[in-house]
């Protein structure tokens, strides 16, 4: 398995997985110092070959697989902050998503295990390497996540553009679960009926809808400085 | 000029651009009911050589140049919400903070001249379109225009990862100019110089920052609750 990028392959060294073999341009072998002494000086167009990608920035590697955590494991921590993501699709947003995720100290990231994007070296290279300190859990169904979630004490919210109710209306302060729906078509009811509540982020202008991961961005903060606040 | 997608070409029509050639798809004259009756129905990779993009969606059209706003026209605004960016070279970046600024209701968004990403068919497509109802100004300096931002009565706000105090700490409810630097790089130092204060977004995980669209997501949302908040 190869990922490539300099954020992707250096949060790979110093997260869990095994990085084997790295290679990387003789550029990015003088700019990057933090590239260890075996990184083997590549051609750019070996290592465009290599990774099948032009986003490469002179450095790819060969990695262990990712691992996956498991969906109980998130929802044992203390007071959880967890995302779920109901079929998102777009690596980019995914990335993004877990990028944020993972800044602002969230437990996790829960996707379906099917119709969503995976972490691919694509999601890898969107979240800047952060896929490798998040714990990200695949699940068979995503409503039944929600159900064990609720049983387990936390608080289900589903962002939804035309609810009642602003997501700054609510207590995000302890054990909640942020749920965000695919690009386009937004939380299937199915899911948005295992919600404790669905919540909206305020549009004033003329567009219909935030993209996901900005979305995601600004519930994801609002937990956080929940969070903080009820701390002091 | 040609712009390209489903959103970009359906704001375009519905904003203050002058709409030419419509080129769509059998498929998509089929789906999208707010196409004009004079679209032409044209074969896909025709469309994609027109457009030069595969991010078509099936649709493309002419339209005029974009227009950009004179940047005094958002300084008086009542109790503007702005958004600067100080060298977002992303499309895709441009394009999301687009978005997030017009469906946050902002006075509009302000870039500079030089070393910027402007506002071309691929931020359109990145903005969903919301570019054809957003202010955007470009500005030959920016240091100087936050001068004149706050001899406006204006505060300027640089978001920046290490500030020590957060954004939640400030008042975001009044005319405000929010300051974004460039991904990887940050503000430049005269332009962070240029701010009454900088704001930190808490990164609690093991990646150093947030990427930027994002975090003018956060903070756009942020300025808008301070608003509905001090409205009510």
Do not use: M
């Amino acid at each position: 398995l190869i990922i490539y990028g300099r954020n992707p392959v250096r949060e790979a060294l110093r997260g869990p997985r095994t990085v084997g073999t790295i290679w990387a341009t003789p550029g990015a072998i003088r700019s990057e110092a933090w590239l260890p002494g075996s990184a083997r000086a590549t051609p750019a167009p070996e290592i465009e070959q290599r990774c099948a990608s032009g986003a490469h920035q002179g450095v790819c590697a060969e990695v262990t697989a990712y691992r996956y955590a498991p969906p109980e494991a998130l929802l044992e921590l203390p007071s959880p902050l967890i995302v779920a993501l109901d079929q998102v699709q777009d690596p980019q947003n995914l990335g993004s998503i877990c990028r944020t995720a993972e800044c602002a100290g969230a437990a996790g990231v829960v996707i379906p295990e099917r119709r969503s994007a995976e972490v691919t070296a694509a999601v890898c290279k969107a979240s800047a390497g952060a896929v490798e300190h998040l714990r990200i859990a695949r699940v068979r169904n995503l409503s039944d996540f929600l159900a064990a979630a609720k049983a387990a004490g936390a608080w289900c919210y589903g962002a939804a553009a035309d609810a009642g109710q602003p997501y700054t209306a609510v207590d995000l302060s302890g054990p909640v679960v942020l749920v965000l729906g695919s690009e386009g078509r937004g939380l299937r009811p199915r899911v948005a009926a295992g919600c404790d509540a669905l919540i909206g982020l305020p549009i004033r202008g003329r567009i219909e809808s935030l993209g996901v991961s900005a979305a995601a961005a600004v519930v994801i903060y609002a937990a956080q400085a929940a969070r903080e606040r009820s701390a002091r």
